[in-house]
């Protein structure tokens, strides 16, 4: 796969958060571009061989994970995630024509985006009715339709801009600094070196009828100094009480500390799967302890090997 044959599908229209996240991306400069309208239609492509790479957005600092995104990722599609980019959110409300705030009775926008907002949509429209939209892309060019589809909408301010639509208020967004983390998922293949600044993701089912099932999974990172950085329960959909957990982690299948961890995971939860270690967008070095380290993993195998050649 060289850089210039990529395909990347991605949630579109044109001028989503995600498109901004695509090209950040590994080869997202040059690839060429398929906006879909969901994020499961972005991750279909990828397993039907028309795209080479999926970007989604998976997880939000404000609202949390992605729910359609990490069902799909975890269960229903064989996909490995190989790259992460974050992309800093600010929302404007805009209309086609210049529109007084009192005046509007509809806002479309993404779920994500409206739970983003909620307090100024409060404050502000309080009895404007919320529109859904598949992302704040499709809102924005929403308005411009035959039929407009609310009389305003909350997108990225890059957007509006483009399609020249008239601004009524920026920085909308009820808490200032969030950030939107977007991976670039694609099928299973080779997985991206080590940097010593990664992430592993994994799904586990959380074994049913098992008193301390989850301490005992725990346990297995925090005796290798694993440190997690996100750890949701999801509903498998195979009835109430059946989950499974959503985890990023810091460290790379590479590394003893984080390959030992699973192993013994595996153990108590045969389905754990395993989804992909690739470089952090942060750059954050993972802290490692001595005990913990290449090193030890290297020096503790070589005196078992010892024992069991006698
Ligand atoms: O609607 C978009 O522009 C998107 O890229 C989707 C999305 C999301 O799913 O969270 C991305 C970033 C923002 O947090 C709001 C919406």
């Given at each position: 796969?060289?850089?210039?044959?990529?395909?990347?599908?991605?949630?579109?229209?044109?001028?989503?958060?995600?498109?901004?996240?695509?090209?950040?991306?590994?080869?997202?400069?040059?690839?060429?571009?398929?906006?879909?309208?969901?994020?499961?239609?972005?991750?279909?492509?990828?397993?039907?061989?028309?795209?080479?790479?999926?970007v989604v957005p998976i997880e939000n600092s404000v609202e949390g994970g992605v729910t359609a995104t990490l069902d799909a990722?975890?269960v229903a599609h064989d996909l490995h995630i190989v790259a992460e980019a974050l992309v800093p959110i600010s929302f404007v409300?805009?209309?086609?024509?210049?529109?007084?705030?009192?005046?509007?009775?509809?806002?479309?926008?993404?779920?994500?985006?409206?739970?983003?907002?909620?307090?100024?949509?409060?404050?502000?429209?309080?009895?404007?009715?919320?529109?859904?939209?598949?992302?704040?892309?499709?809102?924005?060019?929403?308005?411009?339709?035959?039929?407009?589809?609310?009389?305003?909408?909350?997108?990225?301010?890059?957007?509006?801009?483009?399609?020249?639509?008239?601004?009524?208020?920026?920085?909308?967004?009820?808490?200032?600094?969030?950030?939107?983390?977007?991976?670039?998922?694609?099928?299973?293949?080779?997985?991206?070196?080590?940097?010593?600044?990664?992430?592993?993701?994994i799904m586990i089912p959380l074994p049913e009828d098992r008193p301390g099932a989850l301490m005992e999974i725990l346990e297995?990172?925090?005796?290798?100094?694993?440190?997690?950085?996100?750890?949701?329960?999801?509903?498998?959909?195979?009835?109430?009480?059946?989950?499974?957990?959503?985890?990023?982690?810091?460290?790379?299948?590479?590394?003893?500390?984080?390959?030992?961890?699973?192993?013994?995971?595996?153990?108590?939860?045969?389905?754990?799967?395993?989804?992909?270690?690739?470089?952090?967008?942060?750059?954050?070095?993972?802290?490692?302890?001595?005990?913990?380290?290449?090193?030890?993993?290297?020096?503790?195998?070589?005196?078992?090997?010892?024992?069991?050649?006698?």
């Amino acid at each position: 796969m060289t850089a210039a044959t990529l395909t990347y599908s991605f949630l579109g229209p044109q001028g989503t958060f995600t498109e901004a996240a695509l090209e950040k991306m590994p080869g997202g400069d040059s690839c060429q571009r398929v906006p879909t309208a969901s994020v499961l239609s972005a991750l279909t492509m990828v397993d039907t061989g028309e795209a080479d790479g999926a970007v989604v957005p998976i997880e939000n600092s404000v609202e949390g994970g992605v729910t359609a995104t990490l069902d799909a990722v975890s269960v229903a599609h064989d996909l490995h995630i190989v790259a992460e980019a974050l992309v800093p959110i600010s929302f404007v409300l805009v209309s086609k024509e210049p529109l007084a705030l009192s005046a509007i009775r509809s806002v479309a926008t993404h779920s994500h985006a409206w739970a983003q907002v909620r307090r100024w949509a409060e404050a502000t429209v309080p009895t404007a009715e919320y529109v859904p939209a598949s992302s704040t892309a499709a809102a924005a060019h929403g308005l411009l339709a035959e039929h407009p589809i609310a009389d305003a909408a909350i997108c990225a301010p890059l957007v509006a801009q483009q399609l020249g639509l008239h601004i009524i208020a920026t920085g909308i967004e009820d808490v200032s600094g969030a950030v939107t983390r977007f991976v670039l998922t694609a099928k299973p293949g080779p997985i991206p070196a080590m940097t010593g600044a990664d992430k592993t993701t994994i799904m586990i089912p959380l074994p049913e009828d098992r008193p301390g099932a989850l301490m005992e999974i725990l346990e297995h990172f925090s005796t290798r100094g694993v440190n997690l950085c996100r750890i949701e329960s999801r509903p498998t959909g195979n009835g109430l009480g059946s989950y499974f957990f959503s985890i990023d982690l810091e460290g790379h299948i590479q590394e003893d500390r984080v390959a030992d961890a699973l192993a013994g995971i595996h153990r108590i939860s045969p389905k754990l799967r395993f989804l992909g270690s690739y470089p952090r967008a942060d750059k954050k070095p993972q802290q490692v302890l001595p005990e913990v380290s290449e090193a030890a993993f290297s020096a503790a195998k070589t005196w078992i090997a010892s024992l069991q050649d006698r």
